[in-house]
């Protein structure tokens, strides 16, 4: 399974007055098994490409080859597409509307339609995935969860659609820092136990820098830069012309004199010790 | 310096009405909140924070103990209005709080509300957008904006009452990076200008700049001093299931290893400063 | 789409028409319903149009802009034709089987589309150069003397301003609900009618629980600000009727005499 993109376009309001290039000639390719953070500031276009991969907007050019499918012509069916890709919006709890968790999370493999056993085995799975008790929460309303849960149950209903391809737009938006960390852990969890790819948009630098194999940098709908956490924070001027910062460690590595792009507090230990110890 | 706000042996109790239980929100608190200061609270969700906030305005009312805002109990109907003229309120999501299409109408609500001269309310409104940096988009529709734009017009209506206190309730929550260094600016401005701030956050790098840093934990004070003095005691923060911030943790480490920082360093430009001291001396 | 609707709209501008005083635009578009009303022969009409024209060549709104939005009535336009002119008894001039066209038929049909194209249009010409926001205001004064007997102009006038202000927010709200929902595999476009009904449950659900959150949010929001009804509230818009109010005014009254008289007349 990889994901290869290429010279994507799409055009808001093509032909009228308002129309607007919100995407741009992006290219790049994800590898299995692969853990990507898309950085971008806000309006930069991120949340058009995510929509793209999961087939809700349609491109006005290029193609989205996904596991050697090319999701934008016009015979793939989008329940295809869906098995294949799910998408997890900012702030998914405020899309839960059933009477119980279990059958929130039952609707997006319900859609799918999976047989009854099939779709409780996914239930069950998914909700222990993302580190719930199956027992506790299942017959319970998902309103009267805490927000930390509600947010879990609602990556739940995306999970148990087991797509080979988990994109999540903000994921740790609005949460306190125990919670955040607690989901950030949990989409590790999930994505080292079903081994799929995992898209990660995030205004956190530091969860990128931590989490992410690949960083792809977006600005004005255009792919600015590409690589490896410790490539794309290396340039930092770079990044600040865009809007963007570097996580807090790495930028304070580079006021003491650390030329080495510093990613973890612990890396950050090491260098200093050895700075003052030379 | 003089007090501000009273807190005498505050509690507070959300009743469910269907199973008759209580839920203890804050338990015994004990505050004095000085005139001119900038308090920053600190606590995780369910730590009693935003329910301490909203006792400070009467929005929540005393379960017992009271709570005195300028000298007045806001448990007095009749002078409620004269609290919430005196301490305003930014809330934490910033579309649900602007009531008009307009922005300029929204500023205006406030003093609207307070029975202001129309011609004051104009030169209030032009002033306070003003003072958040939105003066041209005062006449653009709210949804147009970006949160953190719209943060900022919350902010100018509040400012328009003329309030002597500003409590910030997770003002900056749901906003980017960007909107979140703006609000913070707009802060530390007002701050400057004589008002007094009360800041409940859950993010350790905005309580940095705050002259005093409460933390709250299970409806309690846990910690209550300056920002040194708090991030003094880590263990006991980490006890609570809290992170300190991250100079705090840095210097924690490097001692750890053998390198003598100093202690109660908490911003980026001392452990800079100390660190190049260290290494200059070697 | 949504977007296409005129009906309700506000164009921007600063003509004269815009900068009139809501409450004499409120007047005079009723006066003109009421004239539409009166007026049953051409000449009456030509009248009613020629100053609803002048009035749209002031406001300097396009009148492409007016016509879409009589786009979404053309079908009740052509049904209330067909009504008349097929139902209305009297001379028949043609017939087809069961189908009479009659003098009085063909009369009062044009009659009625014609009152009904200058209706909409007129009406629309209040809300594409007023602001929603003073609108309000403008009703909500013009309805202030029923106060007193206890209607709840403000409070009216005060939930308008609210939903003018929400409906944006609630539109995109519903927008990122549906691709939410989507993603999870809803259909929405396929199927018949109870099917589409029934996967709308999962964008209904979100968006009432969100619209009762906006609404608590809101109304602690307003409590933290003071507000406490209309009593003792001051406005920063002062309404004052200035020259160009009492003109219009003025106009208008000339305007409803001229139609009067030339109904008696002819």
């Not at chain 1, 500031?41 to 996904?66: F, P, R, V, W, Y």
């Not at chain 2, 009467?58 to 806001?74: E, F, K, N, Q, R």
């Not at chain 2, 934490?92 to 922005?103: C, E, F, H, K, T």
């Not at chain 3, 578009?29 to 007026?39: D, G, N, Q």
Request: with cysteine; net charge negative; hydrophobic share 45%.
């Amino acid at each position: 399974m990889s994901i290869k993109v290429t010279k994507l376009n799409h055009i808001y309001d093509k032909g009228m007055p308002t129309e607007q290039a919100a995407l741009v000639d992006i290219s790049f390719e994800v590898n299995d098994g692969e853990i990507v953070g898309i950085i971008g500031h806000t309006g930069s276009g991120k949340s058009t490409l995510l929509q793209h991969l999961n087939g809700l907007l349609k491109a006005t050019s290029g193609s989205i080859e996904i596991g050697g499918v090319d999701i934008t012509q016009p015979g793939v069916s989008m329940v295809d597409i869906r098995k294949k890709v799910g998408l997890v919006f900012q702030y998914p709890e405020y899309q839960l509307f059933e009477v119980s968790v279990a059958k929130d999370v039952a609707y997006g493999p319900k859609n799918l339609g999976l047989t009854e056993e099939e779709i409780d085995e996914r239930v069950r799975e998914a909700i222990s995935l993302v580190g719930l008790d199956y027992d506790k929460v299942a017959d319970r309303s998902p309103f009267e969860l805490s927000g930390g849960q509600k947010r879990a149950v609602a990556i739940a209903g995306v999970v148990a659609m087991k797509p080979e391809v988990l994109i999540l737009d903000e994921p740790t938006a609005g949460l306190d820092p125990k919670t955040h960390k607690d989901v950030l852990g949990m989409i590790k969890e999930v994505h080292e136990r079903t081994g799929n790819i995992t898209i990660l948009v995030s205004h956190n630098m530091g969860d990128i820098a931590e989490m992410a194999d690949k960083v792809i940098v977006i600005d004005s709908g255009k792919l600015v830069t590409m690589g490896t956490p410790q490539e794309v924070f290396s340039k930092g001027e770079l990044l600040k012309s865009v809007g963007l910062d570097l996580p807090p460690i790495t930028e304070f590595c580079n006021e003491i004199g650390i030329n080495d792009t510093v990613l973890s507090l612990d890396e950050a230990v090491g260098k200093i010790v050895d700075l003052i110890k030379e | 310096m003089e007090k501000i706000i009273t807190i005498d042996n505050l509690i507070f109790e959300y009743a469910h009405s269907e199973e008759h239980s209580r839920q203890l929100a804050l338990n015994d608190v004990n505050l004095d909140i000085y005139a001119g200061s900038f308090t920053a609270i600190i606590g995780k969700n369910g730590s009693g924070k935003s329910t301490l906030a909203k006792n400070l305005n009467g929005l929540l009312i005393p379960t017992s103990g009271v709570v005195y805002v300028d000298g007045y109990d806001t448990a007095d109907d009749d002078t409620i209005w004269e609290i919430r003229q005196r301490a305003g309120m930014v809330f934490q999501n910033p579309d649900n709080q602007l009531v008009s299409s307009i922005v300029e109408d929204d500023v205006a609500f406030g003093p609207e509300n307070l029975g202001v001269e129309p011609a004051e309310i104009r030169r209030r409104v032009d002033k306070a957008l003003e003072d958040v940096n939105m003066g041209k988009y005062k006449n653009k529709a709210p949804h147009l904006l970006s949160g953190g734009q719209k943060q900022r017009i919350a902010i100018a209506g509040v400012v328009a009452m003329k309030p002597d206190i500003i409590i910030f309730d997770e003002p900056t929550a749901m906003l980017d990076p960007k909107g979140r260094k703006e609000i913070m600016k707009i802060i530390a401005e007002l701050h400057e200008e004589g008002i007094t701030v009360i800041l409940i956050t859950h993010f350790m790098e905005e309580v940095i700049d705050a002259d005093r840093v409460i933390i709250m934990h299970d409806g309690n004070v846990l910690l209550d001093g300056t920002p040194e003095e708090v991030f003094s005691k880590a263990d006991i923060i980490k006890g609570a299931n809290l992170e300190v911030p991250l100079m705090v943790e840095l210097g924690d480490r490097l001692r750890a290893q053998g390198i003598p920082v100093p202690k109660g360093i908490i911003k980026e430009e001392e452990m800079v400063k100390a660190i190049c001291q260290l290494k200059s001396q070697n | 789409m949504i977007r296409d609707i005129t009906l309700g709209q506000y164009y921007p501008g600063d003509s004269l028409i815009h900068k009139l005083d809501p409450r004499v635009k409120i007047i005079a578009t009723l006066l003109f319903i009421i004239e539409l009303f009166i007026v049953d022969n051409f000449i009456g009409f030509a009248i009613c149009g020629a100053v609803l024209a002048a009035v749209i060549i002031v406001s300097k709104v396009p009148l492409s802009f007016i016509m879409r939005g009589l786009k979404p009535i053309l079908f009740i336009l052509f049904f209330t034709f067909a009504l008349n002119i097929f139902m209305v008894k009297g001379e028949v001039i043609w017939s087809w089987g069961i189908l009479h066209i009659t003098k009085e038929g063909v009369r009062i049909a044009v009659f009625m589309a014609i009152r009904l194209v200058l209706l909409i249009i007129g009406s629309s010409m209040l809300t594409l150069a007023t602001k929603p926001l003073s609108l309000t205001d403008g009703i909500e004064r013009l309805l202030s003397p029923l106060a007193r007997f206890g209607f709840p102009s403000h409070e009216i006038a005060m939930m308008m301003t609210i939903a003018l202000r929400f409906i944006p927010t609630l539109l995109e709200e519903t927008d990122k609900i549906m691709k939410a929902q989507q993603a999870r595999g809803a259909d929405f476009e396929t199927g018949g009618l109870m099917k589409r009904a029934k996967a709308l449950i999962p964008v209904l659900v979100p968006l009432f629980v969100s619209a009762f959150r906006i609404a608590q949010d809101l109304a602690m929001a307003m409590e933290a600000r003071c507000y406490r009804g209309g009593d003792g509230r001051t406005r920063m818009h002062e309404m004052k009727l200035k020259k160009r109010d009492f003109i219009a005014f003025a106009l208008e009254a000339i305007f409803l005499a001229i139609v009067i008289i030339e109904a008696r007349m002819f």
